[in-house]
């Protein structure tokens, strides 16, 4: 029943937002990683975006977050990738398929990375709703020799349109 009830809000919200452009495209213009549009503004406390994602995360390292986080999935699945063993990582995986409706809380060091279902090979986007407390770290990925600042990780000049240094 609940499922159902984050579904019908979450194609209601999608309808609705699509009639504007996303606030933010990561990963380039040519290629999108994710769309997020806005629903409450940036801002230090809370902040609640709607995303779209296009493809999947990079796949060379699981990443955390800066804040303690919230995802709620509307439409579509994904795979969640992330550590067996919480404080380990970068050893083994566990995968957990969620679907519409699945509600996920994080903490700001739990570590992770989405992979979209495919059809063919392409990737199937899919939509959520992520929720945000208030920054309480730097973000990054878990490399074998340990965590990289998304800066140093990625390329922040280009939007993520092309991959940076990775774990080298």
């Given at each position: 029943?609940?499922?159902?009830?984050?579904?019908?809000?979450?194609?209601?919200?999608?309808?609705?937002?699509?009639?504007?452009?996303?606030d933010v495209i990561i990963?380039?213009?040519?290629?999108?990683?994710?769309?997020?549009?806005?629903?409450?503004?940036?801002?230090?406390?809370?902040?609640?975006?709607?995303?779209?994602?296009?493809?999947?995360?990079?796949?060379?390292?699981?990443?955390?977050?800066?804040?303690?986080?919230?995802?709620?999935?509307?439409?579509?699945?994904?795979?969640?990738?992330?550590?067996?063993?919480?404080?380990?990582?970068?050893?083994?995986?566990?995968?957990?398929?969620?679907?519409?409706?699945?509600?996920?809380?994080?903490?700001?060091?739990?570590?992770?990375?989405?992979?979209?279902?495919?059809?063919?090979?392409?990737?199937?986007?899919?939509?959520?709703?992520?929720?945000?407390?208030?920054?309480?770290?730097?973000?990054?990925?878990?490399?074998?020799?340990?965590?990289?600042?998304?800066?140093?990780?990625?390329?922040?000049?280009?939007?993520?349109?092309?991959?940076?240094?990775?774990?080298?």
């Amino acid at each position: 029943m609940m499922r159902r009830a984050i579904r019908a809000f979450g194609w209601r919200l999608i309808a609705r937002i699509q009639q504007r452009k996303p606030d933010v495209i990561i990963g380039g213009a040519e290629r999108p990683y994710l769309r997020r549009w806005w629903i409450i503004p940036r801002n230090r406390w809370l902040n609640v975006y709607l995303h779209q994602f296009l493809r999947d995360d990079d796949d060379r390292a699981l990443h955390d977050h800066p804040w303690v986080n919230c995802s709620i999935l509307l439409d579509g699945a994904y795979h969640e990738i992330m550590p067996v063993v919480a404080s380990n990582p970068t050893g083994p995986v566990l995968v957990r398929y969620r679907t519409a409706g699945s509600i996920v809380v994080r903490r700001p060091e739990s570590a992770h990375r989405i992979a979209l279902d495919k059809i063919d090979g392409a990737p199937v986007p899919c939509w959520s709703l992520f929720l945000t407390g208030p920054v309480v770290r730097s973000w990054g990925y878990w490399c074998p020799r340990g965590w990289r600042h998304w800066r140093v990780f990625t390329n922040p000049d280009d939007g993520g349109a092309t991959r940076g240094r990775g774990c080298d």
